[in-house]
């Protein structure tokens, strides 16, 4: 099989499967965008930025007190066959049995210093940290469904776990308008997702892993906790620098501004759903050959995604965003915000190496360096260029992590990376994101907006047909 015709079978298949991925991401996104005009005009932007605080908290809780195991779980289940499976199941158990602990230890601490970070409602804080229980074993049940590739049933418990915890929290806000009553909703849902995904996978009558078994999986994926806490302190950490500088107010502004921006990271995290058990159950004299040749596939659906999103940011946010909101403000947040698609193209196959290596200490100080680098930009920037600077900030930490990845990820293995064409979609990702920003901000701008950003999406709907559809020269190659 010639090197070509294997880069066109894995974007095909990274594709075709990731598409259902996607598929998911793009209703869970929808449901968000969906709630986004109903949850703004029944909280007002402070009340907002509570929520985007616990959810924040709920998250660093979640991934504390599962200690890596979710990640292990990925890599136990390539171990052996059906040794792998049955101790997969058994980890999702022991997720939920230090869950419960961590969660438990967290509402205790939290009496100390929930009041200390919302004064009004440190109810809606503990709320957070209670969802940090079903948090654990959706996201050890979704690792293991993963690579099972059983997409069906990830969709739906991915559904359940966030368009459900968006209706039912609005179902909250009407019975009552604050954020504890929004969390209520929220964690109901999550609540039925676990026990949804933990049927799914077996877990619910499964015993925890054995010790041998579970401290193997702690050693393997404990270095993975500050590099996935640090994820989300690089996505939602600033909130906190956010409110001390600038109020909550402000948080409330970016949560949304971040929503849009985020997307594009969003849909390549859609994508590595599909990617890993791609790389991981590839040949071996194959894997790095065609992780590299997907990698340049994937940043240049990257480009294309930075560049719909921040040519539609204004345009979009004038319709789901109130008045009090300043949506002109946010369009230029979002559109620099967009930009952080391109270095996460990077930053995910290279970590693809670690995780498959099993040198995954690296990880144990590039994001945590990452996220610090994000707080303290955020710190410096925020006060003379307001929000604009704290969306910089992000950018430029992740720009860092994707090319600390690289290094740590080049001195554990060869990979033939294709770095002219990642360059070169890095350059189109930033002219369209200059663009977005040089228009007018007025009607006619807007129609202009709207119209590269049509054409840009076909563009990128061209790329994804053209890796999908059958090539007869392809399959000539293979026979």
Known sequence: MSATSSGTGQGKHLLGKGSIYTLGSVLQLSGSALAIPIVTRLLDPAEYGTVALALTIQLFVTTLSALGVPAALTRTYFETEEDGKSTARELIASTAVLGLGGTALGLLTALVWAPLL????????????????????????LAL??????????????????????????????????AVAYLLGYGTAMAIAALGAATLTGAVRTRPAPRPALRGAIAYGLPTVPHTLSVFVLALGDRVVIQIVSGLSAVGQYQLAYAVGGLGMNFLSSLQNAWVPITFGAEE????????????????????????????????LSVVAPADYDPSFLAEITAVLALSTLPWATYLPRSQVLFWTKHTKPLAWITPVAAVLNLALVAVLLPPFGLIGAGAATVLAIGFQAAAMDVAASRVADVPWRWPSEIAHYALGAAFVALA???????????????????????????????????????????
Do not use: K, Y
């Open 118 to 141: 919302v004064p009004d409602e440190p109810a809606a804080v503990m709320l957070g940290i209670a969802i940090a229980l079903p948090g654990a074993v959706i996201t050890a049940s």
């Open 145 to 178: 469904i993963r690579v099972q590739e059983r997409p069906v049933q990830f969709i739906c418990i991915t559904l359940v776990a966030n368009f459900g915890a968006q209706i039912l929290g609005i179902v909250g806000l009407l019975v009552d308008q604050s």
């Open 285 to 316: 004299h194959l894997r790095w050959r065609s992780l590299a040749e997907t990698a340049a596939l994937v940043t240049r659906l990257a480009a294309l995604t930075c560049g719909v999103i921040a040519l539609l940011a204004r345009p979009l």
């Open 437 to 479: 920003l040089a228009l007018p901000g007025n009607f006619a701008g807007d129609a202009v907006r709207v119209a590269l950003a049509c054409l840009t999406g076909l563009a990128l709907l061209a790329v994804v047909f053209r890796e999908v559809r059958p090539r007869r020269a392809a399959a000539m190659g293979s026979a």
